[in-house]
C-alpha cells in the first residue's frame, strides 16, 4: 500500500521556538493532506487541510498564525509550529488522500515542549 | 453535535471470543464513508475496514467486519475470534463527500484482550 512518511518523529523543542514537521506522500501524488492532533488517550482532531499550491483550510478554533502549512508540492506537506509552549506538547499526524480519494495516514510525530 | 459516537471508552475480551465496538453517526449528507482504524501504542493509524453509504452489503475484511444499520445511523465494528495483537485503541470514523473529504473521529475506545 501507499507509504506516507513523517519527520521527525520525536521532536523536544524549548518554548519559544519554532518546529517544523514534514509528511511526504512516497510513492504517490497526494493533492490533499491533512493535519491531525491528538492529546494523550484522545481522539484525532482535524487542524487543517492542505491543498497544494493553495492556502490551508483550517478548522475553527485553530489559530493559523500559530500552525502555518505549506504544501509546496504533490508529495510534500509542512506544519510549523511557531513560537512553541508546552500546551502544544502533542502527537501531530498527518494523511495524505491519493487519486482514488483513499486516504494515507504518516506515522505520527510527537513534539514536546520544555 | 457529535458527528461520530463510540459510546464504549474502554472493552475487555477473552482471547479468541468475538466482540464489537459500537459507533453511531450524524450526516443529512446522502454519500458518505464510514471507516475504522487501530491504533495500537506505536501511535501508527491502521485502515481497517471501510463502509459506503450506498454499499448494499456489510463490509468484511478478514476477522473484522462491519455491522452497518443506516436506518440507525450505525456502524459497529466485529472482531472475531479476538487476540493478543488486537489490543489497542479503535476509532470509527466518517468522510462526508460534500466536505472537502476530511475524517471526522469519533473518541475512540480500547480493547483490552485477555490471554
Known amino acids: 500500500g501507499a507509504v506516507v512518511s513523517q519527520h521527525p518523529s520525536r521532536v523536544i523543542c524549548k518554548s519559544g521556538t519554532s518546529v517544523k514537521i514534514e509528511c511526504r506522500s512516497l510513492?504517490?501524488?497526494?493533492?490533499?493532506m491533512f493535519w491531525y492532533r491528538q492529546f494523550p488517550k484522545q481522539s484525532l482532531m482535524l487542524m487543517a487541510t492542505?491543498?497544494?499550491?493553495?492556502?490551508?483550510?483550517?478548522e475553527q478554533g485553530v489559530e493559523k498564525d500559530k500552525f502555518l502549512i505549506n504544501h509546496a508540492s504533490l508529495t510534500l506537506s509542512t506544519l510549523t509550529v511557531t513560537s512553541a509552549h508546552p500546551e502544544d506538547s502533542s502527537f501531530y499526524i498527518c494523511?495524505?488522500?491519493?487519486?482514488?480519494?483513499?486516504?494515507?495516514f504518516g506515522p505520527g510525530t510527537r513534539l514536546t515542549v520544555l | 453535535a457529535q458527528k461520530i459516537t463510540q459510546t464504549q471508552p474502554g472493552m475487555f475480551v477473552q482471547e479468541k471470543e468475538a466482540v464489537t465496538l459500537d459507533c453511531t453517526y450524524d450526516?443529512?449528507?446522502?454519500?458518505?464513508?464510514l471507516f475504522w482504524y487501530k491504533q495500537p501504542s506505536s501511535g501508527e493509524m491502521i485502515f481497517l475496514i471501510y463502509?459506503?453509504?450506498?454499499?448494499?452489503q456489510n463490509a468484511t475484511e478478514g476477522r473484522y467486519s462491519l455491522n452497518f444499520q443506516k436506518a440507525r445511523k450505525s456502524a459497529n465494528l466485529v472482531i472475531s475470534a479476538s487476540q493478543l495483537g488486537d489490543s489497542a485503541m479503535y476509532f470509527c470514523?466518517?468522510?462526508?463527500?460534500?466536505?472537502?473529504?476530511?475524517?471526522?473521529f469519533g473518541q475512540g475506545t480500547e480493547l483490552s484482550v485477555k490471554p
Open positions: 494523511s495524505a488522500r491519493d487519486l482514488e480519494n483513499v486516504q494515507f
Open positions: 510513492d504517490f501524488q497526494a493533492t490533499t
Open positions: 492542505s491543498n497544494e499550491g493553495s492556502k490551508a483550510t483550517y
Open positions: 450526516t443529512s449528507d446522502p454519500s458518505y464513508g
Open positions: 463502509q459506503g453509504s450506498y454499499d448494499q
Open positions: 470514523a466518517m468522510r462526508e463527500e460534500h466536505q472537502g473529504g476530511k475524517l471526522i
